[in-house]
């Protein structure tokens, strides 16, 4: 006995409905712990400014190789949520960049949870029995609260501290140095500048103050006769690469040669 049978190229919304609810419910049971692993608790003192399901924005500041960069933390029912820059900060005038963005994932790492903070009376007791010196790695700091307790700690035992920065910018202090005749950070003026020329500089998107000066310089990027232009030599593609009217594509070594 031969039967006839029929395709169907569509699906129906019914199917799809039960198809979505399956991977849903596929999804949360991969998330569940074993029962009794959590314990949910109201809060006790909620904060008379959290809104249920509400959005509260608060000013703070983040610090970025040693500088500051201020702020605007989006929270949640009390989680953070996003960080953008805070238009009164001048190091960032409201502008943002990538690494801005992703510093709300270092209050949800995993490490977190399973490391114990040490209270200061807990240091202290510790110093009261070193009788060696006392080394700490730390970032480095402008925080003048930081620099008090490294004051305390250098009053009991001898410290030394090591600054260590993924990104250092020793190079460009020495460089400064050679220039003005001390190490100084660079302020640029972006509004004010016809032309800029960066040797491997990616002063959009990696500097301390790139937000603030990627805003003033939007201001001169409107077509026109006003409109500035940037040329840009670098080994690599960046965010002010990208942008630039005029790339040219060097290796590092020859960044010197191309000044």
Known sequence: MLATLTTRDGVTRREALRALAGAVAAVQASCYQRPGDDVIAASADSRPELVPAGVTRYATTLSDGGFAAGVIAECKDGWPTKLDGNPAHPATRGGSTAILQARVLDLYDPQREHGTCAAWADVQRMLAVTRGPVWLVLPPQTSPAVAALLATIAARVELHVVWDEPVAHAAAYAGARLAFGRPVELVLDPARATVVAA?????????????????????????????????????????????????????????????
């Open 199 to 259: 040797l491997d500089a990616d002063w959009l998107a990696a500097m301390p103050m790139s937000p603030a000066w990627a805003r003033a310089a939007a201001a001169r990027r409107a077509p026109g006769p006003a409109m500035s232009r940037y040329w840009m030599a670098a080994p690599m593609v960046t965010p002010t690469g990208s942008l630039a009217d005029e790339r040219l594509a060097v290796r590092g070594g020859e960044i010197a040669s191309v000044a």
